[in-house]
């Protein structure tokens, strides 16, 4: 499933080839207040958090561009002018830059503002990722869109929004992203129960429950934070009540559609990473960091020094040997 995107030597993906696409428009949530990463985000968004050297957001808007997108609206709340300012222009820094001759870090500040028309509103209260979705009607219209989830970073070697596309271009209606979890962590995400539609990768939806219990789950295919959705999921929202914790749920929007059997699911097993996790972070930006020609090799040569040292340490009493070893590239 995965194209290979060729890097700009600032890590940003060549967008010159990206495929004309009958939707066009792009959803982010970016309201949520990031507390699992305090103290980190008491003054910086969480979508902010920098992976390797671009902000978490950043993939997922260059994702949305790769797939075609070229009109990006992001949903954000209060303490979040960080969003907005790092896809804006910077001209004193871009000034700067150019007068040092400096075309690599220039290109680097450049990226973000160019990858799409970047438009922001603001959920004014956290009523759910419903209505995170429901905020952007105005802008959105009566045309088919994306959204996209800022805590899941798909790998930019992967082409699953595309595919996503590709799939509502042929079957209408709207299509989520599914992903086959282990049964201890289906009640961490809204499940699907599935019928096969013929093709390997894509389903049929016929229901959805929010982070059920392992008995009341219809299947382990859940919900991960890729959506393509038809118009009509607005007024759906717009009578859906409160639920699972007091918040508009998307996933009982997406449940009604699927009673009307216009939901499908493209079941994704590439490579993804939950950046709203610590523990999932940290491997993230391990795993990109590795996987970069400009930074991987010395990267993989000092990871592979420490992990030894600390597995030398572990066979020495209080692990001394791991502890006196410093952490230097």
Not at 93 to 122: F, M, N, W, Y
Not at 208 to 224: C, F, M, N
Not at 299 to 319: C, I, P, Q
Request: a negative charge.
């Amino acid at each position: 499933m995965g194209r290979m995107i060729a890097p700009h030597a600032s890590g940003a993906p060549d967008h010159t080839d990206r495929p004309a696409r009958t939707v066009r428009k792009a959803v982010v949530p970016a309201a949520g207040l990031g507390t699992r990463f305090l103290p980190a985000t008491k003054a910086t968004p969480k979508e902010m958090l920098p992976v390797v050297d671009k902000p978490a957001i950043q993939y997922v808007v260059e994702e949305a561009a790769a797939a075609g997108l070229d009109d990006v609206l992001m949903v954000t709340g209060r303490h979040k002018r960080a969003i907005e300012d790092h896809f804006d222009n910077a001209f004193e820094l871009e000034q700067a830059l150019t007068a040092k001759g400096d075309s690599v870090r220039l290109d680097a500040v450049r990226d973000p503002a160019r990858l799409a028309g970047i438009h922001h509103i603001r959920q004014g209260e956290p009523l759910g990722l419903g209505h995170a979705v429901l905020c952007a009607r105005r802008h959105v219209g009566d045309q088919p869109f994306a959204v996209l989830l800022g805590d899941d970073l798909i790998d930019p070697r992967e082409t699953l929004l595309s595919r996503m596309l590709d799939v509502r271009d042929r079957h209408a209606g709207s299509v989520v992203a599914l992903m086959e979890v282990p049964p201890g962590q289906v009640h961490l995400y809204g499940c699907a129960a599935v019928e096969p539609t013929g093709e390997k990768d894509v389903v049929r939806v016929t229901g959805l429950v929010e982070k059920p219990s392992l008995q009341d789950a219809p299947s382990r295919y859940t919900v991960i934070g890729r959506y393509v959705l038809e118009p009509a999921v607005f007024d759906t929202l717009e009578r859906t009540r409160p639920g699972r914790g007091g918040e508009i749920q998307l996933t009982d929007a997406l449940q009604e559609l699927a009673a009307g059997g216009t939901v499908h699911g493209v079941v994704f097993d590439g490579l993804r990473y939950d950046t709203g996790d610590k523990a999932d972070y940290l491997r993230t930006v391990v795993r990109l960091a590795c996987d970069r020609d400009d930074l991987g090799p010395e990267f993989v040569a000092w990871l592979r020094e420490f992990v030894a040292g600390l597995e030398g340490g572990m066979a020495t009493k209080g692990g001394t040997a791991a502890k006196g070893r410093r952490l230097t590239a």
